[in-house]
């Protein structure tokens, strides 16, 4: 009889005592009423379920607390509206989130990275991926994390040592790997769990602990490294695919894995906005155009200070090379092109010719209020230009107008 009334209670069904019809008949009632009303309405079973499908788009995200999950759950939080929900499916990673998107029934987005491509492309089964997988937009950079001994010094010294890469199917799996061979560096791989794997290279069971991730990793920064480990650096080179490029973890990001030096030079891979290519005209196709229209349309709403701040890293108008960008998105974007103001912006850095260490927010409300002193009126994606900006830390941005012009030029392509 408990498990019983506890079922009835988890269904949101009124318990009553046994024997007591009058309240029974009561609740009977009470729902055949309810039932009257969506029938009065004008509204089916059946209808309803057409009304929820047809507002409905799903996203393959990440592992829970990670960073694909938790963007995720802002694209549920921000979109969500009577025309249009996304619904947030848990994933291993990048890696197999493009499997997913390629083949499971009912997947219509995915985060992917700009390496997956070419992972799919050395799946000899696989044909014509580029006809079923375009991109909505480049978002942000997740970041090579490789984490190890004091005495390893770069990552190439990693040659023929146990490394960990995550669980099969992650986004470690298949970029940490392929990061590994562009450096030329061949290393005992190993797949466990992050926990499983810090908790290896405590006990000197493996040397080396990969994540691929975008900063600050909390798996990575939750651990206690004591005086024996640190971030491995890790340096680009002429050898690095396109798809990958230069960046750096501070000490500010992991302020017990960076002790030495501020910052150390690492790797960083692209992360994509995926999207299934439906057939143009078909319901599927008609909904992925309504997410792009409000994903495009309410993108301030992801800057706001209570969602991840990798969202202001991102640039809508970014391509992705070898890429095809989705039809109805680069026909928002045609429809709503502005060219970033680079001329005014080079006319900001030889006026307050600010120093390499500058903040880059603190530089960005500069230039805000420069431009208003100036009454020019704002535009839509200033911020991208700063955003890259500190991976030139090394070259003063007002060295000279030959340099400001070519970081600009960099800037705006």
Not at 115 to 136: C, P, V
Not at 223 to 228: E, I, K, L, N
């Amino acid at each position: 009889m408990a498990l019983a009334v506890s079922a009835l209670l988890l269904a949101g069904v009124p318990c009553s005592p046994a024997g007591s019809r009058d309240t029974s008949q009561a609740a009977g009632a009470s729902q055949a009423a309810g039932k009257q009303a969506v029938l009065s309405a004008g509204e089916t079973e059946h209808a309803i379920g057409k009304r929820m499908n047809a507002a409905t788009v799903s996203i393959v995200t990440g592992t829970p607390g990670g960073t694909y999950f938790r963007v995720g759950a802002d694209l549920a939080f921000v979109l969500d509206d009577e025309r249009l929900r996304v619904l947030p499916i848990l994933g291993k990673g990048a890696g197999q989130n493009a499997y997913d998107l390629r083949f499971l029934k009912g997947v219509d987005l995915a985060f992917l990275r700009t390496d997956t491509q070419e992972q799919l492309r050395e799946d000899k089964r696989l044909a014509s991926i580029g006809s079923h997988i375009r991109y909505i937009a480049k978002l942000f950079d997740d970041e090579l994390h490789i984490i190890g001994p004091n005495s390893v010094t770069e990552a190439r010294q990693l040659a023929g040592k146990r490394v960990t890469f995550d669980v099969k199917g992650s986004g470690t799996d298949y970029s940490g790997r392929a990061m590994f061979r562009n450096l030329g560096v061949t290393v005992q791989a190993i797949n466990v769990d992050q926990p499983t794997a810090f908790e290896m290279l405590r006990k000197g069971e493996v040397d080396a602990v990969v994540s691929v991730a975008a900063k600050p990793v909390a798996v990575v920064a939750g651990f206690a490294p004591g005086d024996r480990f640190h971030l491995i650096p890790t340096k680009y080179g002429p050898s690095i695919s396109d798809a990958y490029l230069p960046a750096s973890l501070t000490r500010q990001d992991y302020p017990n894995l960076v002790r030495d030096e501020d910052e150390i030079e690492t790797l960083a891979v692209g992360t994509v906005l995926g999207v299934y290519n439906h057939p143009k005209g078909s319901e599927r196709y008609a909904r992925l155009a309504r997410f792009v229209d409000a994903f495009f349309g309410k993108f301030d709403e992801f800057l706001a200070p209570q969602r991840h701040s990798k969202w202001r890293d991102v640039n809508l108008a970014a391509g992705v090379g070898g890429w095809m960008r989705f039809e109805p998105a680069q026909e928002w974007l045609d429809a709503h092109h502005e060219p970033l103001p680079g001329a005014e912006f080079m006319a900001f850095l030889n006026e307050r010719r600010p120093s390499a260490s500058a903040d880059k927010e603190g530089l960005y409300q500069a230039f805000l209020h420069w431009r208003r002193d100036r009454g020019s009126a704002d535009k839509e994606g200033l911020y991208q230009v700063f955003l890259r900006w500190r991976q030139y830390r090394g070259h003063s941005l007002a060295s000279s107008p030959e340099h400001n012009s070519s970081l600009v030029k960099v800037q705006l392509r």
